[in-house]
């Protein structure tokens, strides 16, 4: 049983490029969510996300930032016109299902972004 | 005030001591507690959870909750080499439908001394 694939592993980009990272979420989840982790920082939330459905994207930047979970394949978050503060760890999780209070997230092995 | 704070560390401990790793949080009600380890470049893995006062053990380890004081601890006994790395605390707050959508501390580096 797979778990939560992320590609890349590592994203160079430009000032002003785009970014499109990627997340398979494991296999039976159907709830995805990006956190973001800034050098010397905790993990961040920034969207969750259900199969065709944005649910909760109060962690997200106003700008700039956009995700999407489509009802076939991965999940994409995109970061339009990237600066050098978006270089940072961007981890996927999955849940299997939303309303327990014994909710456990499964986390990917990240996308290093670093903005040049 | 951080939501979650941990003591960033690092922490220092022998092989074979007991490793006290400590997690205050501001949200009187919140609801579940996580505790994730981290090795450097690598994704958080979950070692524990706990929802009610008291302690919950699970090998080595033993996860705290004092909901009064908002206070959770994780302690490692028998500390080994291998669980030097980062230990994140979690949180999810009271309130809404994403379950999933937790505020972690900024993680404690531990290392653990042959």
């Known amino acids: 049983n797979a778990g939560v694939m992320q590609n890349p592993r590592h994203l160079v980009r430009r000032r002003g490029q785009e970014a499109r990272l990627r997340c398979s979420p494991m296999k039976g989840h159907s709830h995805v969510y990006w956190y973001r982790q800034l050098p010397e920082e905790g993990l961040k939330f920034m969207v969750y996300?259900?199969?065709?459905?944005?649910?909760?994207e109060s962690g997200m930047p106003k700008e700039r930032f956009s995700a999407e979970f489509p009802k076939e394949g991965p999940s994409i978050l995109r970061i339009q016109q990237v600066v050098r503060g978006d270089s940072a760890a961007y981890f996927c999780a999955s849940s299997p299902r939303s309303g327990a209070d014994n909710e456990k997230l499964f986390f990917g092995s990240g996308t290093q972004l670093s903005v040049l | 005030q951080k939501e979650v704070e941990q003591n960033s560390g690092p922490l220092s401990v022998p092989e074979g001591a007991i490793a006290s790793l400590n997690c205050t949080y501001s949200?009187?009600?919140?609801?579940?507690f996580f505790w994730y380890r981290q090795y450097s470049g690598k994704s958080p893995e979950l070692i524990m959870f706990?929802?009610?006062?008291g302690d919950k053990e699970d090998g080595r380890f033993t996860a705290q909750l004092n909901k009064a004081s908002q206070y959770v601890s994780l302690l490692i006994r028998d500390s080994q080499p291998s669980d030097s790395a980062t230990y994140l605390c979690?949180?999810?707050?009271?309130?809404?439908?994403?379950?999933?959508?937790?505020?972690f501390g900024q993680g404690t580096i531990l290392t653990v001394h042959p």
């Open positions: 949200d009187r009600g919140s609801q579940s």
């Open positions: 996300l259900q199969k065709e459905n944005i649910i909760d």
């Open positions: 979690a949180v999810r707050n009271a309130g809404g439908t994403s379950y999933g959508k937790l505020t």
């Open positions: 706990i929802y009610s006062n």
